[in-house]
């Protein structure tokens, strides 16, 4: 399954950059709506589907659809707002999705265990499908502007060539990728390794999300007060503490299980802190090519993470031993990078 989702988010990387030029030619909001309106459709359908390769092509296929709709979002949001704003509303938009997932581990838990996860499933494509429809329908009424590009080529280019960048970007790869092997591994790790009943892994999903949440009210609320580069190093150190409870987990069986669930929530609080930073950074420029930076950002990010997530499915230890390598080499790396290559020498405006 972590080979699977990391195919899925390689294929999510992908779709990003190529939806650019339609996000471009057809618009912002009307991408977004289509985007959601197809991803619940693909939804519904797994719902139906009897064997793995079915299963397989249409979550992939989801994945490639929601690239599109991460493009577009990013771009209105940075469009919408200034540098700081972007990254006030990056977070609270990051903690919205994070309060919906608090309580959908339990409840599909829940259906899944009494109805089947083909009903659970169901239910939440049904409610995306109904959201998806009232935006489409708001895009039509409204009306919605396409994006004026710049030369694509010369953009992308442009874009590689520029540290201000490439260099935020990297940075995402390397506290994201950590980050998202151990939110797929977790469920396994409670379940198979420590024998915690399924009863109890819900309610524990949805406590490191709520935790995850609480990350992202506070990111935004160091916007403005805590300078760009302590705020990037506070959320390295929290993923250096992360990868040393993740060890305690590993080597000690009695207090392990208690040392992994604080490490994903260690974990959540580090990513969260960085990452509405970054994804300013990364898209600040001209806004004739924030859409291409949006994509290529998208690309490489979700490349780079999902690289990463499938490496250390590859990886011929245990779980847990995987997660200390990825989280302890990540970490060294983004260390080196802010410490001796320092990308952050000046405030954003």
Same mark, same amino acid.
């Given at each position: 399954m972590e080979s699977l989702l990391g195919m899925g988010m390689l294929v999510f990387a992908v779709a990003q950059y190529l939806s650019v030029p339609i996000v471009q030619c057809w618009g912002i909001q009307r991408i977004h709506a289509i985007s959601a309106l197809l991803v619940s459709a693909l939804a519904m359908l797994l719902t139906v589907a009897h064997g793995l390769p079915a299963f397989a092509i249409m979550l992939v296929l989801a994945f490639a659809v929601n690239g599109a709709g991460a493009t577009a979002g990013r771009a209105g949001l940075r469009n919408a707002s200034s540098h700081r704003g972007f990254q006030r509303l990056t977070a609270v938009s990051n903690a919205a999705m994070d309060t919906l997932a608090v309580a959908a581990p339990s409840v599909v838990m829940a259906i899944a265990a009494t109805q089947g996860w083909r009903v659970a499933c169901a239910g939440l494509s049904g409610v995306l499908m109904i959201v998806s429809a009232m935006l489409m329908l708001d895009a039509r009424r409204k009306g919605d502007v396409p994006v004026v590009p710049e030369t694509g080529h010369e953009c992308?280019?442009? =874009?590689?060539?520029?540290?201000r960048f490439i260099r935020p970007t990297l940075?995402? %790869?390397? =506290?994201?990728?950590?980050?998202?092997?151990?939110? %797929? &591994?977790?469920?396994? %790790?409670?379940?198979?390794?420590?024998?915690?009943?399924?009863?109890?892994?819900?309610?524990?999903?949805?406590?490191? &999300? &709520?935790?995850t949440t609480g990350g992202f009210l506070f990111a935004g609320k160091c916007v403005g007060r805590m300078p760009e580069g302590r705020q990037l190093l506070a959320g390295l150190c929290l993923q250096g503490l992360a990868c040393g409870l993740v060890v305690l987990s590993a080597i000690d069986a009695t207090a392990g299980r208690f040392a992994f669930v604080a490490a994903c929530v260690v974990s959540a609080w580090g990513f969260a802190l960085v990452l509405p930073l970054l994804t300013a950074m990364a898209l600040d420029g001209p806004a004739d090519r924030r859409a291409q930076a949006s994509g290529l950002f998208g690309l490489l990010d979700a490349a780079g993470t999902g690289a990463i997530v499938m490496l250390a499915g590859l990886m011929p230890v245990t779980a847990l031993g995987r997660l200390v390598v990825v989280t302890g080499g990540c970490f060294l790396v983004g260390i080196v990078l802010v410490t001796i290559v320092r990308p952050f020498a000046h405030e954003g405006n």
């Amino acid at each position: 399954m972590e080979s699977l989702l990391g195919m899925g988010m390689l294929v999510f990387a992908v779709a990003q950059y190529l939806s650019v030029p339609i996000v471009q030619c057809w618009g912002i909001q009307r991408i977004h709506a289509i985007s959601a309106l197809l991803v619940s459709a693909l939804a519904m359908l797994l719902t139906v589907a009897h064997g793995l390769p079915a299963f397989a092509i249409m979550l992939v296929l989801a994945f490639a659809v929601n690239g599109a709709g991460a493009t577009a979002g990013r771009a209105g949001l940075r469009n919408a707002s200034s540098h700081r704003g972007f990254q006030r509303l990056t977070a609270v938009s990051n903690a919205a999705m994070d309060t919906l997932a608090v309580a959908a581990p339990s409840v599909v838990m829940a259906i899944a265990a009494t109805q089947g996860w083909r009903v659970a499933c169901a239910g939440l494509s049904g409610v995306l499908m109904i959201v998806s429809a009232m935006l489409m329908l708001d895009a039509r009424r409204k009306g919605d502007v396409p994006v004026v590009p710049e030369t694509g080529h010369e953009c992308v280019k442009g =874009l590689l060539r520029d540290p201000r960048f490439i260099r935020p970007t990297l940075l995402v %790869i390397l =506290l994201q990728g950590p980050f998202s092997a151990m939110m %797929i &591994a977790k469920p396994a %790790i409670l379940l198979d390794e420590f024998q915690w009943p399924p009863s109890l892994v819900g309610p524990l999903i949805s406590g490191v &999300a &709520a935790a995850t949440t609480g990350g992202f009210l506070f990111a935004g609320k160091c916007v403005g007060r805590m300078p760009e580069g302590r705020q990037l190093l506070a959320g390295l150190c929290l993923q250096g503490l992360a990868c040393g409870l993740v060890v305690l987990s590993a080597i000690d069986a009695t207090a392990g299980r208690f040392a992994f669930v604080a490490a994903c929530v260690v974990s959540a609080w580090g990513f969260a802190l960085v990452l509405p930073l970054l994804t300013a950074m990364a898209l600040d420029g001209p806004a004739d090519r924030r859409a291409q930076a949006s994509g290529l950002f998208g690309l490489l990010d979700a490349a780079g993470t999902g690289a990463i997530v499938m490496l250390a499915g590859l990886m011929p230890v245990t779980a847990l031993g995987r997660l200390v390598v990825v989280t302890g080499g990540c970490f060294l790396v983004g260390i080196v990078l802010v410490t001796i290559v320092r990308p952050f020498a000046h405030e954003g405006n």
